[in-house]
T-cell receptor, first 116, second 113 residues
Framework: DQQVKQNSPSLSVQEGRISILNCDYT??????FLWYKKYPAEGPTFLIS?????DKNEDGRFTVFLNKSAKHLSLHIVPSQPGDSAVYFC???????????????FGQGTILTVHP | DTEVTQTPKHLVMGMTNKKSLKCEQH?????MYWYKQKAKKPPELMFV???????INESVPSRFSPECPNSSLLNLHLHALQPEDSALYLC????????????FGAGTRLSVL
């Protein structure tokens, strides 16, 4: 049973437009969420995170939104650039304890392609 | 230096071989992780070491044997693997188990024949 789901395997966007990547989770114990970005032949790199006490976190062109009632988060990239083309993984964990403590659970990833 | 170095990058082994994967970091991180990733699937946690002690084992078969000889080094010893164990093996580290900003290595692509 996948606790973190990214239902869109791929997304294609024009340069300069907004990219919106979505993620849903099922485990109500999750209270910390992250996005990682992965280029081919490299390991994932941390992009941005959000705690469950917030509903929005911004870092430059990247904003993550969290809707706890819907168990949904999204990553907005504005404006999108060709260098953003990569696989984006949503991940979740639990500070509060339980069986998810100390573990990051990843979604399947979404391949983002930004066209010039 | 924010690098996690994994060696080898590629490994081909037979089902009777014994091999080891190595992971090194010099960021002073006290938590280190092994993840396994199959094609078109998310990375799946295998083991977590915290302060050089095994903290989490996600019911991984005993043919995978982790080792943390010191705070900078993490090994994964492989013995009698099956073809279905072919995957990308990712190592990661973080300041400690409560910090989820992980630094990942580029991975070892393992093929079991």
């Amino acid at each position: 049973d996948q606790q973190v789901k990214q239902n869109s395997p791929s997304l294609s966007v024009q340069e300069g437009r907004i990219s919106i990547l979505n993620c849903d989770y099922t485990n109500s114990m999750f209270d910390y969420f992250l996005w990682y970005k992965k280029y081919p032949a490299e390991g994932p790199t941390f992009l941005i995170s959000i705690s469950s006490i917030k509903d929005k976190n911004e870092d430059g062109r990247f904003t993550v939104f969290l809707n706890k009632s819907a168990k949904h988060l999204s990553l907005h990239i504005v404006p999108s650039q060709p260098g953003d083309s990569a696989v984006y993984f949503c991940a979740a964990s639990a500070f509060a304890g339980g069986t998810s403590y100390g573990k990051l659970t990843f979604g399947q990833g979404t391949i983002l392609t930004v066209h010039p | 230096d924010t690098e996690v170095t994994q060696t080898p990058k590629h490994l081909v082994m037979g089902m009777t071989n014994k091999k080891s994967l190595k992971c090194e970091q010099h960021m002073g991180h006290r938590a280190m992780y092994w993840y396994k990733q199959k094609a078109k699937k998310p990375p799946e946690l295998m083991f977590v070491y915290s302060y050089e002690k095994l903290s989490i084992n996600e019911s991984v078969p005993s043919r995978f044997s982790p080792e943390c000889p010191n705070s900078s080094l993490l090994n994964l010893h492989l013995h009698a693997l099956q073809p279905e164990d072919s995957a990308l093996y990712l190592c990661a580290s973080s300041q400690d188990m409560t910090v989820f900003h992980y630094y990942f290595g580029a991975g070892t692509r393992l093929s079991v024949l």
